[in-house]
Structure formats: C-alpha cells, structure tokens
C-alpha cells in the first residue's frame, strides 16, 4: 500500500492504463508539459510523448470528436476536460455521438472512450468552475457515469473506466484532489470489484444516507455527529450513478427503511430524484418515512463567497435526517 | 490590411472559378494543374466513370421511388453530384476511410456497397445502413459536421500508426457553418493530420442558399487555417478524380490535411419530405440541367468516338439490374423482433438495463396468452 | 374560436407576438422562405420581412448565441431548433449563458429568449430526429421549461413564453403538429391562467395519470379504457416542467393515492424522476403504492421500424395502472 | 490551388509580419496604410496613452497584490497587454458595447471603470464585476469563445435598429479554435453586422504556445470568411488605435464586420493560479521585455521632448490612487446575506424557487437561538 493523494492516485491510474495498453492515448488541454491544470498527467508526457499525451487546440467539441475518431481506429482515448463547466461546448459530440455510435452500429464500432471531468465546487473558483453536470449523462442513455471519492476508488475506478468497452464518463472532485488515502498500487484489476459497485462506507441501522464524490466525506462527518446522538447512519458511496447499484442501495433502505440522498448538484430531474424514484419504486413498502434531497439549490452555481450556502453541508444532512427520522427540524419550526 | 476578396455575387457564375477538365458540352480543357493527375485515364476508365454516374442515378431514383411506395421513411436524393461523388470516391484506396454524411449514396456505392446497404437506414431498420469495417464508411452523419472531426481524428491514429492511409470528410456547404467543420481544419492542421476534406457545395442547405453561409467561395477559407485548397467543378468527374488525386497524394505523402470544395448542384429535393419548388428561383434547375455531369462525360466520349449505343445499353442493363438488387433488398428486410431495442447499447453488461429489458420481456410475455 | 392545427395555432401565436411586440424577432434554419421544415413560420417572411424573421447559417450554437446578443440590445429572440436532435450544439450557450447571464449579471440583463423544439418521436424519423431532451433542461436553473399537448395551449403558452422576461424552452410535440382543435384567437394574454399551470385534462378519482406533450392524447385513451374496467383515472397535463406546478399534483395525489407518471423520454434522471421524488417528499403519507413510472427505455432513440417498442403506449400505461392498483399485471405474470 | 502560405516558423519573428507605427526603440515607422488614421493624434494624447497604459499596469499589480493577500480569488494578469487593450479600446465611441474575455482589465478601464469594478468578480462578490449597461461592456466572459457570438448578436441589432454604434468582441489566440469564435465569423460575414473582431494573440493559452492552435498568422483566417483583417503590433498602443479605427471605420460605415489580430504578449503567469516556469522557453520572457509597450511609447515621446519627468511623476500620482481606491473598494466590500443566493435567478416569480428559498430561510433560522 502506497499512500497519495486523490490527484496522485489518479495520475497513478493513468500512468498504469497507459503501460497495459499501448492504445491508451490522453487527449486535452494542458496536458502535456503542464500535466494539466491539476496537475493530474504530471510526468506522462516525459514518459510517454507527444503520441500519447496530446495538447489540443482549445476546442472541446474538437477533443471529444477527434477522440470518436481515434476510437474508430481502434484506440482508447482518455480525455480531460480542463473543468467542469467547460464539457458543455462537447455536449452534442458525447450526446449523439460517443453515447450512441455503438448501438447505431450494432456493436461494429466501439467507444471506449473516457472523459475525465474535474468536478464540482466548494474550491471558491470563478463562475463556470465549480459545476455539477452528472445529471446530463446519467440522463443520457449509452453512457456510464463513475464518481470517485477516494484515492484508492479512484485509481482502481480509472482503470476500470479507460479498459472498459463503454464510454464513461469521470467525475473527479476536485476538491479532494489534495486528500490522502491508501492504495494498493499493484491490486490486479481482474480482482477488483466491478466499476458499478456501491459502497458502503459506514453501516448503521437508522437511515440510509446515500451520496458520491466529495460529498462523502461530510456523509461521514454527519454519520459521526449523529451517533453522538444516538442515531446510526448508513452511509453509502454510490460510485457509479450509471447504472446505480440499486441491489447494494435496496439492501441497506429495506434495512433502515429511511433515507436521504444528498449531493451538490441542483434537485430538479437530478441523481438524487433519480435514486428516489427508484427507491421508492423497489422498496414502497419498507419506507417509513419519505425520502429527502439535501442538494444545491436550483440556481446557477453562486459566487465564491455565497457556496457556502448553496453546498449541502453536514448541518443540512442533520436537518434531513432529522425529518426523516420524524425528530425535531427547520420545518417542524421547534427545537433545532 | 487583407487582399480584396471578390463576393460571389451570381452563383450561375461561380463555376468560373473553378478548376475543370471538361466543359459542359464536353469539349477537354487543359488544366496545368490537374492534367498530371490524370495523365493515366483512357477511354475504358472514363466510361467506368459514366457508368458509375448512370448506375448512382438509377439507384438514387430507385430510392426516390422506394420512398414514395412508403417502402423507405425518407430518401435524400444526390441526383445532379453524381461527378463529385464518384471523381472522389473513386480516387481512394481501399484502406482509406471515409466519413460521409447521409447524401453520399455515391460514395458508398464506389466504396462496393451491397444492395441492402443503400435502404437499411431510411428504411428504419438500422441505425448504420452497412458494416462500416467492410466498406471503411462510417455510418451516414445525420448530424451536421459532427463526422469532420472523426476523419480528423481517425486521420491521427493514421499518423501514429505510421500507416500510408488516409481519412476523408464529406460535408455540404451548410455544414461549413458549423464549429465543429472549422474546429476540424484547426485540429487537422495541428496536427498535420492525413485527413481530406471534400466540401460538396450543391448551394442549397434544405432552402437556404449557400449564400446565407457564405458569399465567398468556401474553398478560399482552408488556406487561412494554413491547409491547401481547390475548388473544382464538382459536375466533371474528371476534374474531381483528379483533384481528388491531388489532395489524397498531398495527405498520403507527410503534407498534412487538403481541402476540396467541389461546386455542384442538387438537381433534386433536400429529401423526399422537401418541396423545393417553394424556394428555388425559376430557371436554376433548367441551367444546372445543361451542366449535367453525366451528359457532359457522355458527349466528351461520344466526341472521342469512345462511347456507342451498344456500351450504354451495356450500362443501362447493369443500372437496372443495381435498381432491381436494392428493391429486392428492401422488400425482403426482416425488422428485428421488439426485444432487439435492448441490443448493444453497451458493449458489457450493465445492469441498469438488463432490468428494463427483462421487465419489458415479462410485459410482451403477458400478451402472449391473448388472441 | 378558430380550429385550427396545432401547428397554426403555434403560427398565429408567433404572428400575434410580433404584432404585439415589435422586439419579437424569429431565429433559425429554413424558417424564412420555407417556412421552416414544418412550415410553423409559414407566411411570417412575407408579413414581417427578413430582420424579423431571419435565416440564419446552419449552425445552432451560432443561432442562440447571436440570440444572447440580440437580447443584450434589447430583442426578444424566438429561436426554432429544427429538430430536437439538434439542440445539443448549442447546449453551452444555452446552459452557460441563456440560462445564466439574469442571475450573473443580478437581473441587469435579461434574457427573454424563447427557444421553440420541434420534439419527440412516434414518427417514423431518421436518428436524432426523434429525441426527447427536456430534462436536460428541466435540470438547468434559470430556465423554463414548457411542453404544450393541444392547438389552444400551445397558441397561449407560445405567447406567453415570449412575453416571459426569463428564457424558455419550448417543446412543440411534432407528431401532433396536423391535430386539430378550437382557439380563442382573440383571449386577451392578461386573463389567461399562468404559464406554469398544469391542467387537469381529466378527473378521476382512482390514479393519477401525470404526463405532458404528445403523451396527454395516450393518457386520455388509457383512462377511456381503464373506465371501460371501472377505474377512475384522473389525467394530469403538467404543462409546465420547470417549475413544475405541484400544488395542482399533490391535490390530486392526496386524492388518489395512486401515481403513475408517463413519459417518451428515458428514464433515468428523466422528468418522471423528479416528479416522483417530489411527490413522494410532498405527499408520502397519501401513498397507497410506489408511483411508477411509463418512460421510454434508457436506450438511444431506436430505429423508426422499433420505435414502437420504446414509445410508451395505451397498453404500458395500463399495465402501470394495474401495478399502482395491485391489480393482476405484467410482473405478477397471471392474467394480464 | 491555393496560394502558398508561410507558417510562423519562430514566434519570436512574428511581429516583423505586422502593421507597426513605432518601433520597439520608439522610432516613428511610416506605414502607409494606418497612418492616415492617427494623423491628429498629438503629443498630449499620446501622453494620455501612457498615462492610461501606466494606470493600468498599475491596477494590475494591484490585482496581483489583493490575490496574494487572500483579497481574491483569483485574478489574470493584462500585464504586456497594455497597448492592445487601451490602443483599441481608446478607438471606441461611447455607444459601442464591448464583449470582453476576463483579461479585459484595460478595456473596462477605459470604458470607466470603477474601483470596484476591476474585483467584484474576482473576489467571488457577484458574477459580473460591473453593471453591463454602466460601462456599456458585458460581463466578463470566461467560457472561451463564447462572447464573439453575443457580439455578433448585438450588432446584428445595430443594424436592424440603424443605430451608428458597433459592438466589440474581444478573445485570445487560443479562443480562435473554438467553434463559437469561427461561427461569429460566419454570421457576422453573412449578416454583415457591425461588429470587430479584436484577438489579442498574447502567444499562450494558459500553458499551450499558440502554434498548438495555429501556425499561420491568425489574423489570415478572417479573409476566407470575407472579412478584411489586420494584423498589429499589439505592442504599439498608435498602431493598436489606428488599427482599431480602421476597423470600427469599416464597420461603422456599413460594410460589414473586420477583424484584429493584436500581436502581443502575456508577460505573467495564465492567471494567479498558474506557473509559466513549468511550460515557458528560457528567454522568452527577456526578448519580449525588449518590446514593452510602455518603454516604447516612453522611448518615442522623450526623444520627442514631450515627456518631462514632471509628467510621468504626475501619471504615477494617478496609478497610485487608482490602485488605492481600488483596494479600498476590494476590503470594503461586504458580502451579501445568505438568502441573496436565489436573487435574480428569474425576472419573474418561479413557484418551484420560493418554495427552496422559503424552505432554507426556515432552515437558516432554526439556528438563530443557538449561541
Ligand atoms: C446539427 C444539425 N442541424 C440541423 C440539421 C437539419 N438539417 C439536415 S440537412 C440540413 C442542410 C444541410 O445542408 P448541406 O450541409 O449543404 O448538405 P446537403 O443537404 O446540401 O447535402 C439541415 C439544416 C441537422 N441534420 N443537424
Ligand atoms: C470552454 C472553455 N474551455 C476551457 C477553458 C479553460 N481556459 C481558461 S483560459 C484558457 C486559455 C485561453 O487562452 P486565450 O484564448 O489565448 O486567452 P488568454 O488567456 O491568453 O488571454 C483556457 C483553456 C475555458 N475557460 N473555457
Ligand atoms: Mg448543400
Ligand atoms: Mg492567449
């Protein structure tokens, strides 16, 4: 076991694929002798050249195209996209092209293509960097949608991605792109669990609390200030929000029968309506209380110095557990 | 400050300013630049060309008539691009890979298409209308420009593999306003991608004329990206082939990616579900009728004393008998049983799927019993 | 009242707000002499001339961006999207400017764009002609989303839409273009009932029935055929997906107990989702059964020949109805 | 075929392709072709120019300063970018309307600019640092490209409006790969609307030298699209202002969009966030030094005898107080209450909203009894 950090473990990731497969080729921008703007591709450019670790022209439409290109030939290209809010100007590349050209082939042209996405907020960045798009793809059908929290998740979930026949989608929260954590660098994948396995990160009995990404870890802090008050969270790391792992998910709200679901991204049509609905739909009868969101709120991702209030953090959780729970809340007005 | 462009104020003018090898009533003009890459043509070569442009237009009115039979959703019929189509195509080699858009019947018919593979998509049945690997075509581009970036990047696999191929780009001139046309000559002339772009201008895009993209001539924009241009009269099949030979030896050999704006005309409607005759101008089918591309190669043979009434026959028989094939195809299409809608939209399983698909199996299954 | 197609009646609509408006001007692809691919501009170039009603380059990333302008000086653009497919090219200026710039720039610039989607399937179209992209932008805060389902909503709600300071986004359910039905031609705009209303298109008493677009036409047959067996369907068009009016649904849950929601689009994350998870938070203690949801399958739109097979029909809408009830259906396998 | 191109072999020779009025070491140059537009510009203008050059430069150290210090977020240096930003934005008419990128500090000064208006963004405050219609420049763009089209919009309403006003689009060399920036093009050219074109190629884009995205003088893309182009020393803050004049003349009088490519160079880092040791070339930095807008204009007017010590204490006086009213703008500022997040979201009342807001305003004041 090695300790790194998130952004290490993920540069550790690529640099691994790379090895295993000569067709594994990094497009994006910054990549090369920067090592991107996180710093991530470090080194890869020294070690593997121009070939392999390519700077792109600022085009993002240009990166996700050509990449469909290079899959046509038979490569593997793994892609960065500098920041969150900047995949958009890709959206009809990846939408009605990468998502869908293996079934309008009828499986003669595969796209195994990943597109890495530093990701979300909580970093005090200007506008456009502090985005939650995952919604976008787990909506989009052809797609599978990873999210990471970890350093060791993430170097095993990369490399699962970039072997995978499937285009993937790769949050990376970039918020913790500074966290430490073990990792076993030499875990052959064939052992791994699957890339689409939840997690649970912390059992408990009372509610279901699921989540992914740097969300997390204020999961996991509020799973702790609970059972200081003698209520036991079940804390679960969906990992992949496409598909979800509704066996793992409905393994643990059969059990608790109470759940919140919480993340940064706006409610409306999210992940978390998305996991409600299908909860609700496999586990009606063992819910004994409806399920809540603790989300961003439906608006633009605000400036830098009001995130605060638009993150879901470990108090609004609490909230929600509590209105779960039937406990005294900010809506019962008592108490708080 | 920049050189004075001059507009293109009359379209029925523009051919001027074109490169072209034969005049429309046939006459053979010199080109210095082009007559190299066509030194080798003989007779029996150009009468291969005029019956790859007389089997094309039979089978592109075998669609026409297929749609209208309701035996097709849709048709987009090339009628009128017959030259550029099949000059270009022609020009490959087989290990070359072509991206085309979905009016490039042509293409895929020089590229040795089987008759199914014209109808299976605007027949409904697939999603890609042939085996791209067979035919090295990729599936019909419906979306704008989106292939232009998929030669450019297939083109950059052709240079790190250090293959002696090249990919190709069809697009119309609608397309050239897209960003991603524009980001694909940035990204190719980056990376002096082996890539060839061939911009077919039939001056219409559905009704807009290619004047609302453009009043200059579309070829005129590559140079700026720093890629070599040609803009060839796209109703000789001669003057295609050759330019088409220019660009791919000039990609094949290290140079980076060409461009080919080929001026032609679209003689019929957008699609079958296009009226044109609510917005193109009286007279201009009439005048695009006398550059039609397979009269002028039927007049320069006829001239030559290399084109009888027995090798149209000849050509006429295996037209029909093409037309007869793809209707034939058609007709005999099996569309896949309901269950098939769950296949390959991943290449491994995914278990958000297998639910549906076996949900959606038990809900068919409940009909099963009933009369 | 006029009967008159849904497709005129969106005409006159667009003919009404630039007589009432002369900062109405009309954006997009073949719309002039053609009168768009379904012929909905039909006659404006003529009536109005080409700087109201402009043809632009083929390019929609161009069109809305160049809308984005037109708003800063003043206009009210009203863009066509020639088919729902081709929305995504401009994906980025509608989700990182359109649907941004109000909040970024604290309501100095406003950007009343109304952004009309030819929409949806059943039409035996070629790919990306049959898409259903609305929770994409259900999901996007600082947009509107409307779908309409009939000639006099659609003349209304078209109005209102570009009388509406906030952007929206307006789908126009192609299949229904040719059906016909009564308009007030002449209702003044200050009487009618808000854009965000949903309409109870029937009442019932057993289910509620809760969908939009061309889907209210299925839902009505399926409550004529559920009557037929003695269930009482009460059909809700939402009208509205962002927001989404739900005192008008909870009403109705509380009364029911029973929701099925229908839609052609996907599923995952799609706008059923989010309806369900709403209506679970608002009115879990009215359930009787989970809410199910009717949606297209999370495949890309299939080929025209199986479209049928994606498409929610009469009979999966039963089925649903029959699961809500537990009644004998397609998963309990007897009977059905 | 197309003519033959000369790549940009070596940027550091680049700028000899441009239009220059001063040379490096303040010699007037002669250049037929710009000087007709500065014909008037005296010594006190001049004098002026380097005023609002050394302000600004000034107000960046400033920008730096406050980052630092934890005052900001973040902030992008203008730094070497003086001339092309105050030389093209001095050319403006109050009515024009500018869309700048985020390294437009010098525009929005010389739009007027208040103290707080070069942090508010910056500082995380709101998301545009000025009121758009004040200082007729839209917000600061930080999606790359994305501008060029509103830019286009806006003029396009200019014309439809009659208006005697142009709009403004300002981008770097990397924004010219975007899809968007080469749309602009193609509508403006299309519409012919009012609009100019202003890269500033400052030869990086964030870590990538502009040869990544083009090797071919970038200001020869626009004439393929049938817009007239100028290439300037973006250095030379005389050439910049003719230039621009040129531009906003040709615009103005209803010919149609023109485009600027500004040589210049960006002598900081990408942003406070960035590192250019990791990616830029020994030396790079010294020889561009050698090319400081401000030392050239300095250079010219001493020799000239019009610049005193007197002045440029004078000037110093003023950039200091602009940087002190800015940072006392910047520790002022006071940051809005928790509810201001659902502000302004929508013009008009949104059901769905109030109910999030309503609910969070309970939540926030459940916490209100608590120590
Ligand atoms: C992104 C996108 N926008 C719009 C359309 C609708 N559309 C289909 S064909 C066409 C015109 C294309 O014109 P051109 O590129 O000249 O090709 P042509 O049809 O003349 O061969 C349009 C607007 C589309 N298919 N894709
Ligand atoms: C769509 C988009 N992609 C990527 C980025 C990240 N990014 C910010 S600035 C920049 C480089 C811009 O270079 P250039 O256009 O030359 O402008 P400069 O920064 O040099 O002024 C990049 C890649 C972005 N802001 N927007
Ligand atoms: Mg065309
Ligand atoms: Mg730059």
């Known amino acids: 076991m090695t300790e790194l950090t998130l952004g290490k473990a993920l540069g550790a990731g690529l640099r691994r694929a790379m090895l295993d497969d000569e067709k594994v080729v990094l497009l994006g921008e910054d990549i090369g002798k920067?090592?991107?703007?996180?710093?991530?591709?470090?080194?890869?450019?020294?070690?593997?050249?121009?070939?392999?670790?390519?700077?792109?022209?600022?085009?993002?439409?240009?990166?996700?195209?050509?990449?469909?290109?290079?899959?046509?030939?038979?490569?593997?290209?793994?892609?960065?996209?500098?920041?969150?809010?900047?995949?958009?100007?890709?959206?009809?590349?990846?939408?009605?092209?990468?998502?869908?050209?293996?079934?309008?082939?009828?499986?003669?042209?595969?796209?195994?293509?990943?597109?890495?996405?530093?990701?979300?907020?909580?970093?005090?960045?200007?506008?456009?960097?502090?985005?939650?798009?995952?919604?976008?793809?787990?909506?989009?059908?052809?797609?599978?949608?990873?999210?990471?929290?970890?350093?060791?998740?993430?170097y095993r979930a990369l490399r699962q991605a970039i072997a995978c026949d499937d285009p993937v989608v790769f949050f990376e929260p970039k918020r913790l792109y500074h966290h430490k954590g073990e990792v076993d660098l030499d875990a052959p994948l064939a052992d791994a669990p699957p890339m689409g396995l939840a997690r649970v990160a912390r059992s408990g009995t009372d509610v279901t609390l699921l989540t992914y990404g740097a969300m997390v870890g204020t999961a996991l802090q509020a799973a702790e200030a609970a059972a200081d008050e003698g209520i036991s969270l079940e804390v679960i790391d969906l990992r992949s929000l496409s598909p979800v792992d509704y066996d793992s998910v409905a393994a643990s709200v059969r059990k608790t029968g109470r759940v919140v679901v919480a993340h940064e991204a706006s409610r409306e049509a999210g992940v978390a309506a998305e996991v409600i609905a299908s909860i609700t739909e496999r586990c009606f009868e063992y819910l004994e209380s409806a399920p809540l969101r603790v989300t961003g709120h439906d608006i633009p991702y605000p400036p830098a110095k009001l995130e605060k209030y638009h993150l879901p953090d470990l108090d609004r959780i609490l909230d929600a557990v509590d209105r779960v729970l039937d406990r005294p809340n900010s809506l019962t007005g008592a108490d708080a | 400050m920049s050189p004075q462009i001059t507009p293109i104020a009359d379209t029925a003018q523009d051919l001027e300013l074109s490169e072209r090898l034969l005049a429309p009533d046939g006459t053979r003009l010199a080109d210095p630049r082009l007559d190299a890459y066509v030194a080798d043509v003989n007779a029996a070569q150009l009468r291969d060309l005029l019956r790859d442009m007389i089997v094309l237009r039979r089978i592109d009115a075998e669609g026409v008539a297929l749609q209208r039979q309701g035996q097709l959703g849709l048709w987009a019929p090339c009628q009128g691009q017959e030259a550029t189509q099949i000059g270009t195509a022609r020009a490959l080699a087989p290990a070359d890979y072509v991206f085309p858009s979905y009016r490039e019947t042509g293409v895929v018919y020089a590229r040795g298409a089987q008759p199914g593979d014209y109808v299976r998509m605007w027949r409904g049945e697939e999603g890609s209308a042939y085996d791209p690997s067979a035919l090295r075509v990729a599936p019909f581009q419906i979306i704008i420009g989106a292939q232009t970036l998929h030669a450019v990047g297939y083109a950059l696999g052709i240079l790190h593999d250090g293959a002696d191929e090249v990919a190709v780009a069809y697009f119309g001139d609608g397309a050239t306003s897209q960003g991603d046309v524009n980001e694909a000559m940035i990204f190719a002339a980056s990376y002096q991608a082996p890539v060839v772009f061939v911009c077919q201008n039939n001056h219409w895009a559905i009704s807009e004329p290619v004047s609302v993209q453009s009043q200059f001539p579309i070829a005129g924009r590559a140079p700026g990206f720093g890629i070599p241009s040609m803009r060839v009269d796209g109703n000789d099949v001669l003057a295609c082939l050759a330019a088409m030979r220019w660009a791919l030896d000039h990609a094949r050999s290290g140079k980076g990616p060409a461009y080919i704006e080929a001026v032609t005309y679209r003689m019929g409607p957008h699609t079958t579900a296009d009226d044109p005759t609510r917005y193109r101008p009286e007279g201009e089918l009439e005048a695009w009728r006398r550059r039609d591309p397979i009269t002028r190669l039927d007049a320069y043979l006829r001239a030559a004393g290399e084109l009888t009434d027995e090798h149209l026959a000849e050509i006429q028989a295996a037209a029909d008998l093409a037309a007869k094939e793809m209707r034939a195809a058609c007709l005999g299409m099996v569309t896949r049983p309901p269950l098939a809608v769950f296949d390959r939209v991943y290449a491994e399983p995914h278990t958000g799927l297998e639910r549906q698909r076996d949900e959606y199996a038990a809900y068919l299954a409940s009909f099963e019993g009933e009369a």
């Open chain 1, 34 to 154: 920067l090592g991107g703007v996180f710093r991530i591709t470090d080194g890869l450019l020294d070690e593997f050249g121009p070939r392999r670790v390519i700077d792109t022209p600022l085009a993002e439409s240009g990166i996700v195209g050509t990449a469909v290109g290079l899959a046509f030939r038979g490569y593997r290209p793994v892609i960065e996209i500098q920041f969150d809010g900047f995949v958009y100007p890709a959206f009809d590349q990846i939408v009605s092209q990468v998502a869908k050209l293996h079934y309008r082939t009828q499986g003669r042209v595969k796209m195994p293509i990943t597109i890495r996405i530093p990701w979300a907020g909580g970093i005090g960045a200007a506008e456009h960097h502090s985005e939650s798009p995952e919604a976008y793809f787990v909506h989009t059908a052809g797609l599978r949608v990873i999210a990471v929290s970890n350093p060791e998740d993430a």
